[in-house]
Each structure stands twice: as C-alpha cells, then as structure tokens.
C-alpha cells in the first residue's frame, strides 16, 4: 500500500482520559471539541493554516481563563481524522496511507487548508497523494471503501468518490496486469514472476478476465452500482458485467442458488451485510436492472437462481416479469433441475408450472417472431441443413419441457388443464420423437388414478403415435394405463410400419438375379453403373434373416393386441378393430410366406 509522510517533530500528544494533549512549554488557549473527545490546543498554529478555524476563534470569547472553545462535531471523519490534523498543524509526523487519504482530504477542505495559509497545506499534501492512490488498483478499492458514512456527501462534492470508480473502472476494462497484479485480498495465485518495473516474465500468465469480480464485491452496493455503470459506459463485454454481477449476488443475497450448501465465508467480513427480508428484496430487484440486456449475456442458470430468489422474497412484479422474458429468450440453455421454482401463490401445486408456462409463451414468441423476420430456411438450391440448424433451439425447449412435465407429473395437486397447457405450447415440430411427452403423460396417469376416462382421453391428444420409437410403441401396446383408442392406433401405425418394412424388402427380393446378388440399375447409356462392379451385394439369406425377423415382431404384436381384447375378440368394438387390423387371423403372415416363396427366399 502506498505510504507519504508528512511533518519532521516526535509526537508530544498525549491523551488523558477524552483528552487530547498537546504537551509544549506554552499552556493550551483553546479548545477544539470534535464529538465526544476534545483537543487542548493553541490558537497561533490553528489560525495560520485553517481559514475555518481563523474565523470560528474570531467569532468566539475567551473565558475567564483565555481559553475559548469551538466545536467541529460536523468535521469529516470525526476525532480521528482531526487528531490526524491536529498534529499536521504542530508539524508533527504522520503518515497518510489508501485508509485515511480521502477522510483527510474532506477535512482540509472542510478547515479551508488551502495554500492561502500556507505553502503546501493540507488540500496540496492530500491532493497530490490521492492521485497517487488513484493509480494503483488496490489503493483505489481501499480509498473508495472509505468513502462512507460522515466522509461521503463531502467526498462527493469533491469528486472523489467518481473519481476512484473511474480509475477502477479503467483498469477493469484494460488488460490484466496492466497496472499491477491485483493481490488485494491474496487470492489470486500467478507462475513466474514481475520485474522492478512491472514487466512480466516470459514464464508469467496473465490473469482471467475475471480477476476483479472478488476485489469490487466488497464494496457496498452504491458503490458497486456506480462502477458496473461505468464499466458498461466504457464499452466491458456484457458477459464480463454479467459475471460481477454473478459474484456479488452470490455474496449478499441468501440462499440465492440451491447448490450452494454454505453462504459464503467472506461475505461476514466484507464491512457490511444484507440481514433484513426488505434489504435483499430491493439488493435483488437492483441487481436485475443492472444485468445487461444483451442476450445470452448472463448465464440462464442464475437467472433462474434470482427468479426462484425473487418468488421467495415477493419481489416487484417488474423484476419478476423482466426475468421471466430474460429467461425466455434463451430457455433453450436451461436445465431441467432449475425449472423447479417454488410455488408461494395460493395454488397449491408444489412448483410454480404457471411461471413456466409464462417463459415458455415467451420463447416461443420470440422464436417465431426471429423466424419470420429470417429469410426462407429452405430455398431451391439450399441444404437441410440450414433448417436443421434453426430448428435446433425449439427441439431443445421441446425436450426440457417434456422433461420438465416429468418432473411435475408426479405433483398429485397439478390440474390435467395446467399439464395440458404447457406441454401443448410445445409445436409438433419441436418434437422429433414424442417419447418424452408419452413418459410424462404416462407418469401422470400413474400419480392421477381417478381420472376419468373423457380426462385421458383429453390428455392422450397430446400424443402422437406416430412418432413414437419401437421402445416406447412396446410400452405403449401393454399400458393399462392408456385409453383403448391410444392402444389401438399405437398398434395400428406399428402394424403400418411393419408392413412397409416387409413390401420394401419384398421388393428388393424382386430385383435378386439368380446368382443371388442385387441387380444394379443401368445408366442411361446402358452401361453398368459404379455400383455394379464395386458396390455391397445383398445375399438371398440376408433378405431371408431379415424378413423372418420382421415377421417375428409381427407375431409379437398379434399375441400383445389378443391380450387387451381377449375378452372381446369374437364382438364387441375391440374385436372389429382387430379383425379390420389383421390380428384375428394369420392372413398377413400367410400372404407374407407365400410372397417369400414365390420370390426364392
């Protein structure tokens, strides 16, 4: 820390009680009460350097004694910094260090300690130091710490306290190391070494982007407010604000993440804290407004951390909504774990599925609003690709939330209305497969027994059976849980796909030739393509193995479908609903045989 000493006599002060002494041959003749500790001094030094204390020892009388009185309660910094004076009128040595430069500073501008009484006063002495201060980044976080209470109207109006966030804020935004490794708090760890003149090494590394995060955190949230203002004024990444901004919210507000087991440790000896339910409500709307609105900017992970932190603490509506938009602007970086914010309404669900749905509403605004501003995602002449890539975010949201849906089913108070609500906001096309949607309907039917039938019924709309894996059709084909309509189109598309299967590997047996290899089509020139003399062959026992297997699958699904209605396989809807499907006669298979014969296989 950068020191300057001023003055050249020992100390003759001496305290007595609340008695500051000044022990010379000549008997004190006034008395300066600062609070309640008082200075015996002498009028003659006072007059010559303070223009202040020239005019209040005019205007007082002396008592009996010759001494008078005069009152400095109001003075910036209170007794300690006037002890400090005190002895720089008597020439007395003291030294000024980052702790006490910005206290003095105020207080010889409050005494009026210009060069008008004297040749290098205090105001000279503490302005030459305070840009001294000003040019290290450690001395500038200590100064600006000062600057509180009693010290901050004056080092206001003195420019001091915007000065110390300018020097702060311009060295934040430099390169790392620029001026001088920051080792405030002894944090921060450095391979190699620095030179006499602040050069490193060949073997130094430079420091992280985010070298200052821990050093500003300390300040109090004024002065960390007007310095993120100044760094976003002088053009920081707004990932770089965003990850302040992070650090300190994770220092001061309380149970702002889940997975953090511990507050932090440091946060008691930062020099202040934020106690009150009131305090960490305004501290966290604040924080909002500050975060920087750039998308993708700040983490979607902690803006879901201080939207559950502001439904706990009942912030502003405001807040609540600015998040909620933030969020849904890139909720296709969230993870499921930090959808579950908890429910304080009056609903009774024990997560707030109303919050979400609201983010997603927002997504999804949001995203057809780019799409229909983008030009056309597939033209004549363009690659898939292209569309994939645009459709990529939208299939991500469409599996957090079938996830999430999971998630809530189980919640024995949510409404089939609200479950239907969400997972209807997702759009078909988001869905790829809708295995994850068919996993939480189906956990839902299962923690909701007492639906009635016209309630799953209305529920299984969400699902669409075609584009459901073989692993979830299998499910599917034996889930009592399922209404019957479910049931049978699941079987139905699966009969569906199997006999395309079959017909397509038919088909290729049409095309063996009787040495038992593919007979490859001709170019237009009747000459042999590539293929022909280079490509794979199919052998007959291949398309054999493989139509035999498609064939057991089929039998399969003919002994799951005689389950469900084998009380109802002669009569009844089920029973036509088979026979129309094939599954009350071997027929298809049959059919099935008699093309394997005919084509060789």
Known sequence: MATMKLGSKSDSFQLEDQRWICMTDLASDITIKVGEMSFQLHKFPLINRSGTLQEEINKSQDDESGTCAVNLSDIPGGFKTFELVARFFYDIKIELNAQNIVALRCAGEFLKMTDDYGEGNLITQTENFLTEVLSNWNDSIRALQ????DVLEHAEKLHIVSRCIDSLA??????????????LHESYSMEGS???????DETTKSLSRDWWYRDVSYLKFQMYKELIKALKSKGMKPDEVAGSLKHYSRRYLQGLTRRMSQPDPSASTSGWTVSSETDQRRLLEEIVDLLPSEKGATPTQFLLSLLRTAVVLNANPACKENLEKRIGNQLDDAQVEDLKIPNVTSSKTLYDVDCIQRILDHFIFAYQSSFAASPDIVEEGQTVPAAVEVLTPITMVGRLIDAY??????????KCTQFQAIAALVPDYARPLDDGIYRAIDIYLKAHPKMTDSEREQLCRL???QKLSLEACTHAAQNERLPLRVIVQVLFFEQLRLRTSIAGWFFVSDNVDQSGTRVLPRSTNGEA?????????????????RVSELERECNGMRQQIAKIGKSKSGSGPLGSICR????GSTKPIQQADQKSADTGC
Do not use: H, Q, S, Y
Not at 146 to 149: I, K, L, R, S
Not at 195 to 200: D, T
Not at 405 to 414: G, I, K, P, S, Y
């Open 146 to 149: 000062t600057c509180a209470d």
């Open 170 to 183: 311009t060295k934040a935004c430099a390169e790392p190391g620029t001026f001088g490794w920051p080792l």
């Open 194 to 200: 620095v030179l006499w003149n602040g050069i490193a």
């Open 405 to 414: 849906l999971a998630e809530v089913a189980t919640d024995e108070n949510l």
């Open 463 to 465: 699902l669409n059976c």
């Open 529 to 545: 393509t590539g293929e022909e003399n280079g490509g794979a062959k199919l052998t007959v026992g291949e398309i054999k193995l």
């Open 580 to 583: 129309r499907l094939g599954f």
